[in-house]
């Protein structure tokens, strides 16, 4: 059996960060900055742009997400943080149309990315982080913890596609779904 640890992602981190997310999928290239930069900045940054902010954010603090480790090694990554400082996320259509919560409450907090390397998918990583994100949240002062997850009994998704999770990982944990704004997303809570 594996042991899955957690830690709070800060610039001494940088190291393991870069290994969760250059496992496999986009993550590499994403940088997980996907949530914060609106699309017209997202398509004008590089990738070395992109993880330079990842850096920077890191180097500021607070943590921005958490690092997932099986036996010591660094294996998953989740983004969880206040909600409107996640621009893209705010502007979604998903959130405007699913979230009964203000878009500028900074009590809600969101899980917006999940990445875990290859070879260490189907072991739990998900729901470990999921779990770690929401005691960070919980200690961090989060009223909500919303999450955006893909309805997997809606549509058939390829593993790239679950960077945001799927609905049953956040409904285990405890969240309460809260709407359906497309066929295939759907907004999901936490109440804490």
Not at 75 to 102: D, E, F, H, L, M
Not at 140 to 157: F, L, N
Request: glycine fraction near 10%; proline fraction near 6%; charged fraction near 20%.
């Amino acid at each position: 059996m594996v042991q899955i640890t957690t830690r709070p992602a800060t610039l001494a981190e940088w190291d393991d960060v870069q290994a969760a997310l250059t496992g496999g999928g986009d993550g590499r290239s994403c940088q997980c900055v996907w949530p914060l930069l609106p699309n017209k900045e997202w398509e004008s940054t590089t990738v070395e742009q992109r993880a330079q902010i990842l850096h920077d954010e890191l180097e500021a603090g607070p943590p921005p997400g958490l690092v997932a480790y099986v036996d010591g090694q660094a294996a998953g990554w989740i983004r969880i943080g206040p909600r409107a400082a996640q621009r893209r996320t705010i502007n979604s259509r998903v959130v405007k149309a699913g979230s009964p919560v203000p878009l500028d409450d900074e009590s809600v907090w969101a899980v917006t990315c999940f990445s875990v390397r290859r070879e260490h998918r189907g072991q739990g990583l998900n729901a470990a982080l999921l779990q770690a994100a929401v005691a960070y949240a919980r200690g961090s002062g989060a009223r909500v913890v919303e999450g955006y997850p893909i309805a997997t009994d809606a549509t058939t998704t390829s593993s790239n596609a679950l960077f945001v999770g799927a609905v049953s990982t956040f409904l285990k944990a405890g969240f309460r779904e809260v709407s359906r704004p497309t066929g295939t997303r759907v907004v999901v809570a936490l109440d804490l």
